[in-house]
């Protein structure tokens, strides 16, 4: 099936990112504050800012790098994080205590990498043809009605003969032997995202088999540390992945029917928490407070001190309008 035969998805369809079914499988009760009672903690996560504007930037250099000589390119890219920077609350000119607070993810860093990233991607930028920046897919779940999995690819390109997704990530996980800490490259080979966008693109681009994960160091004083991750998986291993996704996203309805259907927690014993997923990598989960402190939640209930609602919808975070009315 080819983007051209897919049916358009209906808005009362369900739409599952790879957001929502990480969250899911990372933690069903982490699924339900943030996705069904749909709160989250108040403030900005400096990193997730950092790496969407991050985006914005690439989108610039990647569409313009045959038309801009590299510093104008520079400017017009740094012209673009900063406006998605403040778009998000946060300052252009940091004072001392900001940079303190936010290092290494500043505008000054980002503009650094910038630089350094064109110049060692310049050959590539010349020669890669774009096929779409940004792109938002929606390719129906094959055993399940009315359900989609959804996401947007960063770049479509053609280059050397073979069309490529590139996805860029941002992380400060350095190592000083390789630059990047091995486990951190090694995660992109089994990551549910790259598979499912493997997937995806696959439906929409015939012969596109490959994701290359452009990875990028945020670091304090090393700005030029910048490598691809070339991922192509088997078909059977995407047939894995599509079969355990349908599977994650049948237990997912299943307990949200459930808590609608009681109208509690405690009740059900639906969306049970994974204690072993309240510490990770990168600190404490943001709902430990809660969980630790209560064991039912009821349908309608305000969020506790330190918490907003704000609701995370795939399908108009990623542009699927686009989709359905087949602009």
């Avoid at 049916?7 to 369809?13: A, E, I, K, L, M």
Wanted: one cysteine or more; proline letters at 5%.
């Amino acid at each position: 099936m080819t983007a051209a035969a897919i049916p358009p998805p209906s808005v009362t369809d369900t739409f599952n990112d790879n957001t929502r079914i990480s969250a899911y499988k990372d933690c069903p009760r982490k699924f339900f504050l943030r996705h069904i009672m749909e709160w989250r903690s108040e403030g900005t996560a400096v990193p997730l800012v950092f790496g969407g504007s991050w985006h914005a930037g690439q989108d610039i250099i990647w569409q313009h790098a045959t038309v801009l000589q590299q510093d104008d390119l520079r400017q017009a890219a740094m012209a673009a994080f900063l406006e998605k920077w403040e778009e998000e609350g946060f300052p252009a000119d940091l004072d001392m205590d900001q940079i303190q607070a936010f290092n290494p993810r500043t505008p000054g860093v980002a503009e650094e990498m910038y630089a350094n990233y064109i110049r060692e991607r310049w050959g590539m930028l010349l020669n890669a043809r774009i096929v779409s920046i940004e792109q938002p897919f929606a390719v129906p779940l094959p055993n399940l009605d009315h359900s989609w999995y959804v996401g947007r690819l960063d770049k479509v390109i053609e280059y050397n003969g073979q069309q490529l997704v590139i996805e860029h990530k941002t992380t400060a996980l350095y190592s000083k032997a390789s630059g990047f800490q091995p486990s951190y490259i090694d995660s992109w080979y089994v990551d549910s995202q790259v598979k499912g966008y493997q997937f995806g693109a696959g439906m929409y681009y015939e012969g596109l088999k490959s994701i290359w994960v452009d990875c990028a160091l945020v670091h304090k004083v090393i700005h030029d540390q910048f490598r691809f991750v070339p991922v192509s998986h088997t078909f059977d291993m995407v047939k894995e992945w599509l079969r355990d996704t349908e599977s994650w996203v049948t237990s997912m309805v299943k307990d949200e029917q459930r808590f609608l259907d009681t109208g509690n927690l405690s009740t059900t014993g639906c969306f049970r928490k994974n204690e072993n997923s309240c510490y990770g990598k990168y600190g404490s989960c943001a709902f430990l407070d809660i969980c630790r402190t209560t064991s039912d939640i009821q349908k309608g209930q305000e969020p506790p001190p330190g918490y907003i609602v704000e609701k995370w919808s795939p399908f108009e975070t990623l542009g699927l309008e686009k989709i359905i009315n087949k602009e």
